[in-house]
């Protein structure tokens, strides 16, 4: 079974500071993907990345980055330079390649709520 | 990336009655559909996957006489909360696999916040 632990309940900032959401994650399949979603107050989700298992390469998308590490099974998630639209509940999420009969299910980490005070 | 439309965002019904929540994909064709709930500051659960033309898979736990789900089109599915009692009272949501996104992407309804009183 799939198990994805973010064990940053909450965190909280101010402004312009830069925060790091960690993300680590157990499965014995060696192909999966890995993903952030974003959740504001009005509840949709917003997807903001998805990572290959085989693909360690480190990405950068304005003020998001993304650190995957295999040999720590990390996926971890900065912000730079925070700002107050960033307040939500963050999720990080697993699902198997194709083939599999977990394929499409997503296996959610239990959230962080990150709050950005101005 | 495609969309999925869920409706409605918001219900309230009464102890003992039943509920449906629509999902449906817009301008792609999904023939598996995965239904989430979460409840209140917690993470999302899944509860069972949608097959289009077929019976759906429910996760452990998951009370599938309570909680019917119908995929008869590659466009809608839909999950009908039966009897409803408060503790049911969560936020649900839907999912596909957004076929612009390639292996491994999906893409989500806006979620149903279901409250019973």
């Known amino acids: 079974a799939q198990k994805v632990t973010q064990a940053q309940t909450e965190i909280s900032v101010v402004e312009k500071e830069d925060v790091t959401l960690d993300c680590v994650y157990e499965?014995?399949?060696?192909?999966?993907?890995l993903f952030w979603y974003k959740q504001p107050p009005s509840g949709e989700l917003v997807f903001l990345i998805r990572?290959?298992?085989?693909?360690?390469q480190n990405e950068i998308s304005g003020r998001y980055s993304w650190n995957f590490q295999k040999s720590t099974s990390s996926f971890n998630f900065t912000i730079t330079a925070s700002q107050v639209v960033d307040s939500a509940v963050y999720f990080c999420?697993?699902?198997?390649?194709?083939?599999?009969?977990?394929?499409?299910?997503?296996?959610f980490g239990q959230g962080t709520i990150l709050t950005v005070h101005p | 990336g495609a969309v999925v439309s869920q409706h409605p965002s918001w219900v309230i019904c009464k102890s003992g009655t039943s509920v449906k929540i629509e999902c449906r994909s817009l301008?792609?064709?999904?023939?598996?559909m995965f239904w989430y709930r979460q409840f209140p500051k917690q993470s999302l659960m899944l509860m069972a996957t949608?097959?289009?033309?077929?019976?759906?898979?429910?996760e452990q736990g998951v009370e599938k006489d309570k909680f019917l789900i119908n995929h008869a089109s590659l466009t809608l599915s839909t999950l009908t909360v039966t009897s409803a009692h408060p503790e049911d009272s969560s936020f649900y949501i839907c999912?596909?696999?957004?076929?612009?996104?390639?292996?491994?992407?999906?893409?989500f309804g806006s979620g149903t916040r279901l409250t019973v009183v």
């Open positions: 999420a697993l699902t198997l390649n194709a083939g599999g009969t977990s394929y499409g299910k997503l296996t």
């Open positions: 499965t014995r399949d060696t192909t999966y993907y």
């Open positions: 949608s097959n289009e033309g077929s019976k759906a898979t429910y």
């Open positions: 990572r290959n298992s085989f693909d360690e």
């Open positions: 301008d792609f064709q999904a023939t598996t």
């Open positions: 999912s596909a696999r957004d076929p612009d996104r390639g292996e491994g992407g999906y893409t």
